[in-house]
């Protein structure tokens, strides 16, 4: 198995290590929310790391391809679920919205979807993210990570630049789905 792969499933490994943390913390255990800030980093850092490696090592692969992204996925749809699940259960100052939580929830699961419906077309589509996809995924970490670290300013906003980046990376590869059905029926 490639190094890549191994930190791509490092980081699906940290969720539920994560989710714990999260579970558990409370004013007397105060430290298990900076221990949830330190396995966040490392599974953000594991994201930066594993394309760095298989780019620098020339180790793309097509199994890299498609978990890499499922990885990132799974990580932010349950650190979201989890932030808002536990809102009333932990004494963060921040309460992750609802609204929030279902956009990015919403935006993935029409994405699988779309994905699920070109495969069943026999329409073959790169799985390739946009930049607007990274910038999604970059701000979206930040959103988790700022609403665990409490940094009012940034708590407050982060989440809305993630919601516009959410919004036009989802439209982006919506289009591009439609744009792979109208060329296969050219």
Do not use: H
């Not at 990580?75 to 609802?98: E, H, I, N, S, W």
């Not at 809305?160 to 980046?165: Q, S, T």
Request: net charge positive; hydrophobic share 55%.
């Amino acid at each position: 198995m490639r190094l890549a792969d191994k930190l791509t499933i490092l980081r699906v490994l940290l969720i539920p290590i994560f989710v714990a943390t999260l579970i558990y913390f409370n004013l007397e255990r105060a430290y298990l929310k900076y221990l949830a800030i330190f396995i966040f980093v490392i599974a953000m850092l594991t994201d930066y790391f594993d394309g760095l490696v298989a780019r620098l090592k020339k180790e793309k692969s097509d199994i890299g391809k498609v978990i890499d992204p499922l990885a990132d996925k799974m990580l932010l749809l349950v650190a979201f679920l989890t932030l808002y699940f536990l809102r009333d259960f932990t004494p963060l100052k921040y309460k992750m919205p609802l609204w929030f939580v279902l956009l990015v929830v919403s935006r993935d699961i029409i994405i699988l979807l779309g994905v699920g419906v070109l495969y069943f077309l026999k329409i073959d589509i790169e799985i390739k993210p946009s930049i607007f996809g990274k910038l999604t995924t970059f701000f979206q970490m930040l959103t988790v990570l700022f609403f665990l670290l409490e940094i009012p300013f940034f708590t407050k906003f982060i989440y809305k630049i993630a919601a516009v980046f959410t919004l036009v990376s989802g439209f982006e590869y919506f289009s591009r789905g439609i744009r792979a059905i109208n060329n296969k029926s050219c």
